[in-house]
T-cell receptor, first 113, second 115 residues
Framework: AQSVTQPDIHITVSEGASLELRCNYS??????LFWYVQSPGQGLQLLLK??????LVQGIKGFEAEFKRSQSSFNLRKPSVHWSDAAEYFC???????????FGPGTRLSVLP | DTGVSQDPRHKITKRGQNVTFRCDPI?????LYWYRQTLGQGPEFLTY????????KSRLLSDRFSAERPKGSFSTLEIQRTEQGDSAMYLC?????????????FGPGTRLTVL
């Protein structure tokens, strides 16, 4: 069974600074990887996903993520953070066929003005 | 398309009572998922439907939990004899297609508090 770890529980950055949120997964085959964002009172929204091909994936809201098989990582990045990016971010891994879609524990992002 | 909706948004109940939640997916979506999310954790898979068929259930889904999707449209999740440990956010998601890697669209959730 797959698993996901997000080593950082809470990250604080200043507005305009760059951001990297870490995600490590465990899965025996080629994983399907996702990043979701959850803002207070709102449902989870998909930021980006990786299935195959180019290991650098572009998403919505200026986010990107890079799949590194050798490190079992799928870190999320943004070059310049906006105050509206403050939210909870979840990395998830799926096997693509059944229900085995596993979320990490999340990283809460705070943005300082 | 109004997205995935869930009702109620909040539910407070006493231990031992039964509760039922409803999820209305995006209309053409054939897959519907239920998740549970506790504070400080990511969503945990409970069960999913392909049209009206319930194809898989997590071991987290005890006998007190039952879910239905009678006509392949809306779904209900019932918890019988609620316990304080059932307090959580219950999320519903829907997707189009045959695989879990298709984008899942999430509803706002139902927050359950068991006193």
């Amino acid at each position: 069974a797959q698993s996901v770890t997000q080593p950082d529980i809470h990250i604080t950055v200043s507005e305009g600074a760059s951001l990297e949120l870490r995600c490590n997964y465990s899965y025996g085959a080629t994983p399907y990887l996702f990043w979701y964002v959850q803002s207070p009172g709102q449902g989870l929204q998909l930021l980006l996903k990786y299935f195959s091909g180019d290991t650098l994936v572009q998403g919505i809201k200026g986010f990107e993520a890079e799949f590194k098989r050798s490190q079992s990582s799928f870190n999320l990045r943004k070059p310049s953070v906006h105050w509206s990016d403050a939210a909870e971010y979840f990395c998830a891994v799926g096997d693509g066929y059944g229900q085995n879609f596993v979320f990490g524990p999340g990283t809460r992002l705070s943005v300082l003005p | 398309d109004t997205g995935v909706s869930q009702d109620p948004r909040h539910k407070i109940t006493k231990r031992g009572q039964n509760v039922t939640f409803r999820c209305d997916p995006i209309s053409e979506h054939n897959r519907l998922y239920w998740y549970r999310q506790t504070l400080g954790q990511g969503p945990e898979f409970l069960t999913y439907f392909q049209n009206e068929a319930q194809l898989e259930k997590s071991r987290l889904l005890s006998d007190r939990f039952s879910a239905e999707r009678p006509k392949g449209s809306f779904s209900t999740l019932e918890i019988q004899r609620t316990e304080q440990g059932d307090s959580a956010m219950y999320l519903c998601a829907s997707s189009l297609g045959q695989a879990s890697y298709n984008e899942q669209f999430f509803g706002p959730g139902t927050r359950l508090t068991v006193l």
